[in-house]
Nanobody, 118 residues
Framework: QVQLVESGGGLVQAGGSLRLSCAASGRTFSRYDVGWFRQAPEKLREFVATIGWDGTSRNYTDSVKGRFTISRDNAKNTVYLQMNSLRPEDTAVYCC???????????WGSGTLVTVSS
């Protein structure tokens, strides 16, 4: 079982940048695909980005393509989400999750809040 803890959120002006971190415990972290998800107030959780276990496969939701970059450092058991050109609509609680045996992602941590002011 891999446990993940998110950090790096905060308040930033539109156009600014933040880097989120997803730190994992467990020696098998490098075997898992990992995803970032977000949930804005009164909205459903949505997919943001995923990265394959070895970092060679990356996918993004259309609204963040060209602005966000997902990466990982398996030696540090950490996945990152670099967010540039932030927009007010990016405001949400961001969480990370490892892909489970059914192919889904479950965010078990409390997430990290990103607030983008206009």
């Amino acid at each position: 079982q891999v446990q993940l803890v998110e950090s790096g959120g905060g308040l930033v002006q539109a156009g600014g940048s933040l880097r989120l971190s997803c730190a994992a415990s467990g020696r098998t972290f490098s075997r898992y695909d990992v995803g970032w998800f977000r949930q804005a107030p009164e909205k459903l959780r949505e997919f943001v980005a995923t990265i394959g276990w070895d970092g060679t496969s990356r996918n993004y939701t259309d609204s963040v393509k060209g602005r966000f970059t997902i990466s990982r450092d398996n030696a540090k058991n950490t996945v990152y989400l670099q967010m540039n050109s932030l927009r007010p609509e990016d405001t949400a609680v961001y969480c990370c999750a490892a892909k489970n045996s059914q192919g889904g992602y479950d965010c078990w941590g409390s997430g990290t809040l990103v607030t983008v002011s206009s």
